[in-house]
């Protein structure tokens, strides 16, 4: 199970920080990361994170402004997004799997949380 926490209303150039806590099987999963849709749009990969090692992949969208981390102990990953403007205005989701590479595509995906709503007006 994924549960993620911490969407909401800010206005642009604003910050958030997402958090995605897995539980069960999912915690032993290769990458975690959150993927986001806009209405009328297709999911796409927003950041990963290898579980393993640490290392973290960025869509050319939001490098520079958001950033993913993660807790172990906690089973925890977050999304820190700062900088925020109206093209961020999205559902997000935590997305779990288990390639190797932790791609940006959603079609890799295994499973999903339930989505938190943000908003930058």
């Known amino acids: 199970q994924l549960v993620e926490s911490g969407g909401g209303s800010v206005q642009a150039g604003g910050s958030l920080r997402l958090s995605c806590a897995a539980s069960g099987s999912i915690q032993r999963t290769n990458c975690m990361g959150w993927f986001r849709q806009a209405p009328g749009k297709e999911r796409e990969g927003v950041a990963r994170?290898?579980?393993?090692?640490?290392?973290?992949y960025y869509a050319d969208s939001v490098k520079g402004r958001f950033t993913i981390s993660q807790d172990n102990a906690k089973n925890t990953v977050y999304l820190e997004m700062n900088s925020l403007n109206s093209e961020d205005t999205a559902m997000y989701y935590c997305a779990a799997s288990d390639d190797l590479v932790c791609r940006l595509d959603p079609s890799v995906v295994n499973y999903w949380g339930q989505g938190t709503q943000v908003t930058v007006s």
């Open positions: 994170i290898a579980t393993g090692s640490g290392n973290t």
